[in-house]
């Protein structure tokens, strides 16, 4: 069975650092692509970075872009999303997702993790 559990989130202060993590089973992450999505309230789901597994390629939005690292570790088949310098707007509801393709098209993506509240306020 093909799973995604997240783990990681919460609430920090402006400026402060989060670390989520996407832990898979049932399939390897020697194929294909992940991804990491947010969705804040009232917004479209948006790409935040996605990273090809085979070789290591990473695409990031400018919003992210010196902020967020995602990263893997293959011996415990899960990705991680570092995020530093949090801001306000930040704020979402983060998803990681696995695909073919690494790209920030969420219709390519076919399995989805559960979710992770990152709230970002003082």
């Known amino acids: 069975q093909v799973q995604l559990v997240q783990s990681g989130g919460g609430l920090v202060q402006p400026g402060g650092s989060l670390r989520l993590s996407c832990a898979a089973s049932g399939f390897s992450l020697n194929s294909g692509a992940i991804g990491w999505f947010r969705q804040a309230p009232g917004k479209e789901r948006e790409g935040v970075a996605c990273?090809?597994?085979?070789?290591?390629?990473?695409i990031y939005i400018d919003s992210v872009k010196g902020r967020f690292t995602i990263s893997k570790d293959s011996g415990k088949n899960t990705v991680y999303l570092q995020m530093n310098s949090l801001k306000p707007e930040d704020t979402a509801v983060y998803y990681c997702a696995s695909g073919p393709i690494a790209t920030m098209e969420k219709r390519v993506y076919s399995y989805w993790g559960q979710g992770t509240q990152v709230t970002v306020s003082w």
């Open positions: 990273l090809k597994n085979r070789d290591g390629r990473t």
